[in-house]
């Protein structure tokens, strides 16, 4: 049974590499632990599976050898697998309320750095009925949005700052 699959592996790496992928100029190997190999693709004289290991061969480094129980995958892509830290993110920890809110919407959050905000409101078919830029500094963000005219149902609140979102749900009822 492992046999086959050896070949199977052998043959669509083959396939892939001469149909297609080889404008590709990199081979990514993902461990298990998440760790990530990069390997040129001119630099590789071949690469060879042995039982249950890859090895991988280059034209100027030793041989490099992998389990291949311990490979996640083999790529000619670099696919982003983890989720950056929330350190990271300039906007963070959105706080909107009350919720259900009937006519005034409250919200909370911490921005790492000056930058301009947006803020929207918008529907499940993803229509905006609410939009608004404000200037956001370094710490905590308070604000206020007037919900009164928007009808009552279900919404999303979301704040965006560059490249990071965070987004609420929010109900909207007059009752």
Known sequence: MMKGKKVTLISVLLFGIGFGLNAQSTMYLKKNDGTQVD???ASLRNLTFLNSDLQVN???AATQSYTLSGLR???FKNYQTSISAIESSKVNTLISYP???SNELSFEFFSAEGSQVNLSIFNLQGQVLFQQTME????LQKGKINVSQIPDGLYFFSVRCEQNIETRKIIISKM
């Open 99 to 101: 919720n259900p809110v």
């Open 136 to 139: 956001s500094y370094v710490g």
């Open 73 to 75: 995958y083999l790529s």
């Open 58 to 60: 280059k034209t100027v």
């Open 39 to 41: 390997f040129d693709i």
